[in-house]
């Protein structure tokens, strides 16, 4: 099988393993395979490979290493935010959006139906931005205890939070935030100091980590007894044997990620703006969806083919042509029911609408050859 | 490459004992996953180009590998992050699921913590469970089971196999009862599936959890087997989002320890005769080597239990003192490993009815798939020169020596 001449522009949904991760994860897939609840050697090794991650992973996002809970992924610990917020927090009001992740929205929808919380999903406008006065104002209503569920970026029109700004308010009425980080941890240097959130999220898959681990950051301010029950691990915070190779992948991931900041983003973001105008430019008929280069991820573009213009196909002769892209999330099973938030922001619109998501390893004539291709179908 | 490595890494000081703990990696399905972090890396719910068809694909290969292992269809294979969250999503999600019929769990106290913590979360959410005793050997009785039961039972939650002394429990009498009356079984399988021929058809289970790192495969992974037909068994997800694994489990999949995790239960299924010929061999010669020494005694029963595990017990001997004889050479836990690095008596033992002396004096011996002949009799040796050296130096074992029978002597307390 032949990968290598295949044109990966799908880095949203996954990444490759980056093969310095993998050299650091080795020596737990072999001889340090000890279960980290032993006391001899084997296990105290692999404690030890999880406590320096631990602190390594601290440091970098700027919080203290008992704020980092070591999960399975990003939906598991979605899950285990809003379960908290709602279970032990006291939470009876919920503010979100309709374009969140499913992880987001189906566990809200959970707590709607079986628990009867209160759900205030704030208007969007086309652009899919949210209007933060609206906000505020849904923070005063009266008799309720709020979790604040707002992703940081959205994973596919890109569309970045003011976080900052959501914190102040969150902490101006006394709320819990739940910051769906998972395509911006490992893409921005974010600092999680002076309370910005009360738990965001990692998903290192998304940065060239491995899958089947992820952590929950959840400020010390907040005590929680665990979601998945059984063990001490994690300071009781989430029982199970640790995936050790994976947390300690996960450190190495987010440390060269980040000490690669500077020259990644730029590379990305040169392959972003040149893959739209190039878009722009020989398909002048292209509705890009999002914010697009204001407030916008520099990872991802999103845009949609109007009907007449038989996009169809598109994915599969792009396939054909070893090009990899993205009609909606892959996070959907099953997603020829195509796109949710696209259908949240442009309920009317009628065609097909794909994403293109780059990763440091991207080149510019990778991008030439997604344009010939392209040009050859629409 | 597969014996080299296996010199490498599976015959390092020191002798790794405790399998029940985890198990090392085999290097066969080492090699299985590795393509998968770098080359075949997409996203199994990419539907839209090769690299997610290829992860799906692989995904698909390792749920029918597991899936032969216990006689399952592949359909009922769901993919969790270890047999912790497997344990968590049949109890917690048959209660959610079953909500109109009732809400009793009958259980028993020798069971994983991971299925005693989430029936304590269980009762404090307004259900009602029954803790089964266990006899000495470690069995539960079928009669105080049946008599448990009532309308209200929805679930019965007894493990297959202890992960502490290798007992199994009667599966299919159990199975059986739970049939007649209506009620769904679930078992916790991680320390039977792929040592014993777990079958979930013939042993009438109806949900089981099991864990990858348990038998040679990766951490980070495991399964839960709902059953689809005879009863259609359903669970409610316990984790919500894109609603992968037939909306069971939601997350993207951990597709290098998927197909770890296949690769793992097939060499188990392919091994496992041989393996067992080989390592209860091996285990009946530790067993008979150790119990040479007076007064020590092996916990639960023999007759019903794993082929690679013993838990002995060695009497008016300190169990850390025990433990700090030859740790820098044999690799073995006191109790489970969840537990072990805290003085607590293992309440398994304390189950079985031992004392905390007895209980503290006790040695857990996983073998597994990479344990030596030269390491068995490298530790009979070890332990019996530990333990000797450790009485000669007891007042207790010299009043024992004298014939005095320290259970009768009331201390005076100062
Ligand atoms: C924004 C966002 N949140 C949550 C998730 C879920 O993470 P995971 O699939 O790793 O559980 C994803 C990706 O899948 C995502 O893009
Ligand atoms: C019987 C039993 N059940 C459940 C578990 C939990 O498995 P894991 O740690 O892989 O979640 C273990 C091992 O730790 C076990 O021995």
């Known amino acids: 099988m032949n990968t290598t001449s295949r044109i990966y522009l799908d880095n949203a949904a996954t990444t490759p393993l980056d093969p310095e991760v993998l050299d650091a994860m080795l020596p737990y897939l072999k001889d340090h395979f000890g279960n980290p609840s032993s006391i001899y050697s084997y296990g105290r090794e692999a404690k030890m490979g999880i406590e320096k991650a631990r602190k390594q992973v601290a440091q970098l996002v700027g919080c203290t290493p008992n704020e980092i809970v070591f999960t399975s992924g990003g939906t598991?610990?979605?899950?285990?935010?809003?379960?908290?917020?709602?279970?032990?927090?006291?939470?009876?009001?919920?503010?979100?959006?309709?374009?969140?992740?499913?992880?987001?929205?189906?566990?809200?929808?959970?707590?709607?139906?079986?628990?009867?919380?209160?759900?205030?999903y704030l208007h969007l406008n086309e652009l899919g931005q949210i209007n933060y006065d609206e906000l505020e104002t849904l923070l005063k209503l009266p008799n309720t205890k709020t979790l604040v569920c707002l992703m940081h970026a959205n994973n596919e029109i890109g569309n970045l939070l003011k976080i900052k700004k959501v914190s102040e308010l969150v902490q101006a009425y006394n709320a819990y935030f739940l910051c769906d980080t998972v395509q911006t941890i490992g893409h921005y240097p974010i600092q999680f100091t002076d309370h910005l959130v009360d738990f965001a999220i990692c998903a290192p898959h998304k940065f060239h980590g491995p899958k089947g681990v992820g952590f929950l950051l959840v400020n010390n301010r907040v005590n929680f007894p665990a979601f998945i029950q059984g063990g001490a691990q994690e300071r009781n915070h989430r029982g199970g044997t640790e995936n050790v190779y994976g947390i300690v992948g996960l450190a190495k991931a987010l440390e060269k990620a980040l000490n690669n900041y500077e020259s990644y983003s730029a590379h990305v973001l040169e392959l972003k703006t040149y893959c739209y105008q190039e878009l722009k430019q020989n398909f002048e008929f292209l509705h890009f969806n999002g914010t697009l280069f204001e407030n916008n991820l520099y990872t991802l573009l999103?845009?949609?083919?109007?009907?007449?213009?038989?996009?169809?196909?598109?994915?599969?002769?792009?396939?054909?042509?070893?090009?990899?892209?993205?009609?909606?999330?892959?996070?959907?099973?099953?997603?020829?029911?195509?796109?949710?938030?696209?259908?949240?922001?442009?309920?009317?619109?009628?065609?097909?609408?794909?994403?293109?998501?780059?990763?440091?390893?991207?080149?510019?004539?990778?991008?030439?050859?997604?344009?010939?291709?392209?040009?050859?179908?629409? | 490459m597969y014996l080299c490595e296996i010199n490498l890494y599976m015959l390092q000081k020191p002798i790794y004992l405790d399998n029940n703990a985890t198990t090392p990696m085999d290097p066969r399905v080492l090699e299985t996953i590795i393509p998968y972090f770098t080359q075949q890396f997409g996203n199994a719910a990419s539907r839209n180009h090769p690299f997610g068809w290829e992860a799906e694909k692989a995904v698909e290969n390792a749920r029918e590998q597991v899936a032969n292992l216990i006689g399952a269809d592949p359909k009922e294979i769901i993919f969790t992050s270890g047999a912790t969250e497997g344990d968590n999503l049949c109890i917690k999600g048959v209660f959610e699921m079953y909500a109109q019929k009732g809400n009793h769990i009958i259980t028993c106290t020798t069971e994983h913590k991971a299925v005693l913590d989430t029936c304590r979360h269980i009762e404090k959410i307004g259900g009602a469970v029954t803790y089964l005793?266990?006899?000495?050997?470690?069995?539960?009785?079928?009669?105080?089971?049946?008599?448990?039961?009532?309308?209200?039972?929805?679930?019965?939650?007894?493990?297959?196999?202890?992960?502490?002394?290798?007992?199994?429990?009667?599966?299919?009498?159990?199975?059986?009862?739970?049939?007649?009356?209506?009620?769904l079984f679930f078992t916790d399988g991680t320390q039977a599936v792929g040592k014993v021929p777990v079958n979930v058809i013939n042993d009438g289970i109806d949900l089981m959890a099991f864990t990858a790192h348990k038998m040679y495969g990766p951490k980070g992974i495991g399964a839960i087997y709902v059953r689809r037909k005879n009863p259609r068994v359903k669970v409610t997800a316990q984790i919500d989002g894109g609603g992968h694994e037939r909306g069971m489990r939601s997350g993207t999949l951990n597709v290098p320890g998927i197909v770890g995790f296949g690769k793992a239960c097939e060499l188990c299924q392919q091994d496992m005769q041989a393996d067992t010929i080989r390592i209860s061999a091996m285990r009946d010669t530790l067993e008979?080597?150790?119990?040479?020494?007076?007064?020590?005694?092996?916990?639960?029963?023999?007759?019903?239990?794993?082929?690679?595990?013993?838990?002995?017990?060695?009497k008016y001997v300190e169990g850390e003192g025990l433990m700090m004889g030859f740790n820098k050479d044999i690799a073995l836990s006191s109790g489970s490993a969840c537990t072990s690095a805290s003085l607590e008596p293992s309440y398994v033992l304390k189950a079985l009815g031992l004392g905390d002396d007895l209980a503290h004096s006790s040695l857990r011996f996983g073998l597994g798939r990479?344990?030596?002949?030269?390491?068995?009799?490298?530790?009979?040796?070890?332990?019996?020169?530990?333990?000797?050296?450790?009485?000669?130096m007891s007042p207790l074992w010299e009043m024992f020596k004298e014939g005095i029978n320290i259970d009768d002597i009331e201390w005076a307390h100062h």
């Open chain 1, 76 to 120: 598991e610990s979605i899950n285990t935010a809003i379960y908290t917020s709602v279970n032990y927090l006291n939470c009876n009001h919920i503010i979100t959006t309709k374009i969140e992740h499913h992880a987001t929205l189906h566990s809200v929808q959970y707590c709607e139906q079986k628990e009867h919380i209160k759900v205030s």
């Open chain 2, 133 to 183: 005793e266990v006899n000495k050997e470690g069995l539960i009785n079928l009669e105080e089971l049946k008599a448990a039961i009532t309308p209200k039972t929805i679930l019965i939650a007894i493990m297959y196999a202890n992960n502490e002394i290798g007992v199994i429990q009667p599966i299919k009498e159990i199975s059986t009862l739970a049939k007649e009356r209506g009620v």
């Open chain 2, 288 to 314: 008979k080597g150790l119990l040479k020494l007076e007064e020590s005694y092996v916990n639960g029963s023999t007759q019903h239990r794993l082929p690679h595990v013993c838990n002995i017990s060695f």
């Open chain 1, 302 to 378: 999103n845009f949609s083919v109007p009907d007449e213009h038989k996009a169809e196909l598109l994915i599969y002769n792009l396939d054909m042509n070893q090009i990899c892209i993205s009609s909606g999330s892959a996070c959907s099973s099953g997603s020829s029911i195509g796109s949710h938030v696209i259908a949240e922001i442009k309920p009317s619109y009628k065609g097909h609408h794909f994403r293109i998501s780059f990763s440091h390893l991207n080149t510019k004539s990778e991008i030439d050859s997604l344009i010939t291709t392209l040009k050859k179908f629409i």
């Open chain 2, 370 to 392: 990479f344990t030596t002949n030269e390491q068995i009799e490298f530790t009979i040796n070890a332990i019996t020169e530990t333990v000797t050296k450790l009485r000669e």
